[in-house]
T-cell receptor
Framework: TQLLEQSPQFLSIQEGENLTVYCNSS?????LQWYRQEPGEGPVLLVT?????EVKKLKRLTFQFGDARKDSSLHITAAQPGDTGLYLC???????????FGKGTLLTVNP | NAGVTQTPKFRVLKTGQSMTLLCAQD?????MYWYRQDPGMGLRLIHY???????AKGEVPDGYNVSRLKKQNFLLGLESAAPSQTSVYFC?????????????FGPGTRLTVT
């Protein structure tokens, strides 16, 4: 059972365009994380959102946690080829900080 | 600091063979995790450990065993490999406490079972 639905699964855009990736669940998570993974490497944490309604910005990336702590979004402004990669959302559950991952969004930014 | 390292990086096994994947971290982290990543499936938790000498099952534990004899090492074993275990395996670690949720991932081991 996939508890986190991530969309879209694939996204190919031109440099300079904006995009949004969504992460939705019917379950409540204590926090939600976004990771970025490049080919041949492990995921690297971008951000953790903890409070319902929280918005965090990381340069051109804006992350939002839904008020009910069931969904999140990642918005990239003026995408660049260096943003290319697999973006994964992950929900934190339980006292042992186990992560439940979405299936990922493979983003390609074309020059 | 090397962070989280995994050995080997690549391995090909025949059905029925056994092997052990080694994960090592030099950050003195209490928590360690093993995930597998399959195309279109994201990462799924196999087993995890909350400290030296402890292990627990994750989402997809069948066919795998783990051990955490030393705090810095977390071993993942396949006793009788099956083609369904062809995957990329990632180890991760996390420090104890509630001040941070970040898991640090290793570079992965690509396993093919023929």
């Amino acid at each position: 059972t996939q508890l986190l639905e991530q969309s879209p699964q694939f996204l190919s855009i031109q440099e300079g365009e904006n995009l949004t990736v969504y992460c939705n669940s019917s379950s409540v998570f204590s926090s939600l994380q976004w990771y970025r993974q490049e080919p041949g490497e492990g995921p690297v944490l971008l951000v953790t959102v903890v409070t319902g309604g929280e918005v965090k910005k990381l340069k051109r990336l804006t992350f939002q946690f839904g008020d009910a702590r069931k969904d999140s979004s990642l918005h990239i402004t003026a995408a660049q080829p260096g943003d290319t990669g697999l973006y994964l959302c992950a929900g934190v559950r339980g006292s042992n900080y186990k992560l439940t991952f979405g299936k990922g969004t493979l983003l390609t930014v074309n020059p | 600091n090397a962070g989280v390292t995994q050995t080997p990086k690549f391995r090909v096994l025949k059905t029925g063979q056994s092997m052990t994947l080694l994960c090592a971290q030099d950050m003195n982290h209490e928590y360690m995790y093993w995930y597998r990543q399959d195309p279109g499936m994201g990462l799924r938790l196999i087993h995890y450990s909350v400290g030296e000498g402890t292990t627990a099952k994750g989402e997809v534990p069948d066919g795998y065993n783990v051990s955490r004899l030393k705090k810095q090492n977390f071993l993942l074993g396949l006793e009788s490999a099956a083609p369904s275990q062809t995957s990329v395996y990632f180890c991760a670690s996390k420090e104890s406490g509630t001040s941070t949720y970040e898991q640090y991932f290793g570079p992965g081991t690509r396993l093919t079972v023929t």
